[in-house]
């Protein structure tokens, strides 16, 4: 990726979450080839080792912090833990995110709590945390990853479109309260996506038939509004949550 003069990130200190959806190392990548430093943060069996290894092609420093995305004490240490050995921190990418498809009236109590856990309170306890340094600093960039379904339904998904919805608020809220401090609290909405390069037309896919793009998205076709909103060049734009989803939010 050819990075737009003012999208430089060179010099920065950037801090993205991990999952299971093979997504962090595209993102933690182009943090790295714009010339941050990266640390991820995600469990053992979360998609950080790939995501360690292909930012350091870069050569830029990355580190990885074993953390319990669910938990305040965890996640406030390993943030001090990075704040220390980076200096700073000027980026957080919230990018860790579960789903699960099932009927609202089977959904248990225990489904609910981890679910809302990992989607939502993990995005709030990591901005607390972080926060602390962006506010002494008076400047920093907070982008949340969250989807389509923060502004639509979903048949056997109202607990995902739930926790996607309360992104939203949070997102556009945060920017509020601290937009005077010098912080850029911004979403990206991504559409249905693939990790695969290209579809198989021997197996034809009936969603990107729906799709005005006639395709899925790829996580590279985040990376470089994920590269602006984590540059200087975005200090004009807070709160807002952008889409990119081969336009399917315009069938709503």
């Not at 076709?221 to 200090?235: E, K, P």
Request: aromatic fraction near 8%; glycine fraction near 8%; charge should be negative.
């Amino acid at each position: 990726m050819s990075t737009p003069e003012g999208w430089n990130l060179t010099g920065k200190k950037a801090i993205i979450s991990a999952d299971r959806r093979g997504w962090t190392k595209f993102f933690a990548s182009a943090l790295a080839e714009a010339g941050a430093d990266v640390a991820i943060i995600g469990s053992e069996n979360s998609d950080m080792e790939e995501a360690h290894n292909k930012a350091s092609d870069y050569g830029h420093k990355v580190i990885s912090q074993t953390t319990d995305l669910m938990s305040k004490a965890s996640i406030d240490k390993s943030i001090q833990s990075i704040n220390d050995d980076f200096g700073t921190i000027d980026i957080l990418v919230n990018n860790a995110k579960a789903n699960f498809g099932k009927r609202f009236e089977e959904v248990t109590e225990s489904e609910f709590d981890t679910l809302m856990d990992f989607n939502l309170k993990s995005m709030f306890l990591t901005c607390q945390s972080v926060g602390q340094t962006m506010l002494k600093n008076k400047r920093g960039r907070i982008i949340n990853m969250t989807s389509d379904l923060a502004v639509r339904g979903l048949w056997n998904s109202v607990v995902p479109c739930a926790s996607e919805g309360a992104i939203h608020q949070l997102t556009s809220s945060l920017a509020l309260e601290w937009g005077r401090d010098g912080i850029r609290v911004n979403g990206i909405g991504a559409g249905w996506l693939s990790t695969k390069q290209e579809s198989d037309p021997s197996e034809p896919d009936l969603l990107e038939r729906y799709l005005p793009s006639r395709r899925k998205g790829h996580p590279n076709n985040l990376t470089q509004m994920l590269v602006y909103l984590s540059s200087d060049a975005c200090d004009f734009v807070t709160g807002q949550t952008i889409f990119i989803d081969g336009g399917a939010l315009a069938h709503a």
